[in-house]
């Protein structure tokens, strides 16, 4: 059965995201910084730093061994941290822009062939700052990064089936709150399951709760 790989498992959306996917019968990989299972019994785990490009290459490649040509790739990593303009250095906005989009640039293109060969598939990215704010300055150059990102990626493997789209998450995210990564995981969900015609490039979750099916 295909399955799906989540790159930056974290304990907020990536094991929400992880748990979802799972809960629908798919087999779960698990990519991150420190290789962990989140607590996640059965899902194998990958170490990889997504700023390092054959480490997050090795660790993709050793997914699909795992489970097959995914059917689904999550791109969850981000460097998230405030820095008001003219903060942070160059080396900062570097290694903030290597987590933040270009990560993702390497997993969609290094994923997505397969899924065209195989017939289709979804490659969607964690996005944020629906509105850039100067007090997060790396961050809101890095989610419009991802959102060009997205609509290249789209042009590129888009018309051989693969769907690739982002959630943009809003505000903080922890439980219990309008941000629960539980809710924002039902977003992936829907959007890996669209019909073709239906295909959304972006899903605001903006505090409300989406309708579970």
Do not use: C
Not at 26 to 42: C, D, F, K, N
Not at 43 to 49: E, G, L, S, T, Y
Not at 121 to 136: D, H, Q, R, V
Not at 155 to 165: F, R
């Amino acid at each position: 059965m295909p399955g799906a790989v989540i790159v930056g498992a974290g304990p907020g959306i990536g094991r929400s995201v992880a748990l979802r996917f799972a809960k629908e019968g798919l087999p779960v990989a698990l990519i991150s910084r420190s290789g962990g299972t989140l607590g996640l019994e059965g899902m194998p785990a990958f170490r990889a730093d997504s700023a390092d490009e054959t480490e997050l290459r090795a660790a993709l490649d050793a997914a699909a061994a795992e489970l097959g040509t995914p059917d689904v790739v999550v791109y969850n990593a981000a460097i998230i941290r405030p820095d008001a303009p003219g903060e942070a250095t160059v080396r900062d906005h570097l290694d903030a822009w290597a987590v933040n989009v270009v990560g993702a640039l390497i997993t969609g293109a290094h994923v997505a062939p397969a899924m065209v060969g195989r017939g289709g598939g979804s490659f969607l990215i964690t996005g944020g700052m629906p509105e850039p704010k100067a007090a997060y300055t790396s961050l809101s150059l890095g989610k419009a990064g991802v959102r060009t990102l997205v609509r290249l990626l789209d042009e590129e493997y888009g018309p051989g089936g693969v769907h690739v789209a982002s959630v943009t998450v809003a505000g903080p995210v922890a439980p219990g709150t309008a941000f629960d990564p539980d809710d924002i995981a039902e977003h992936y969900w829907r959007l890996h399951t669209q019909p073709r015609d239906a295909w959304e490039q972006e899903i605001l979750h903006s505090g409300e709760p989406p309708a579970r099916p």
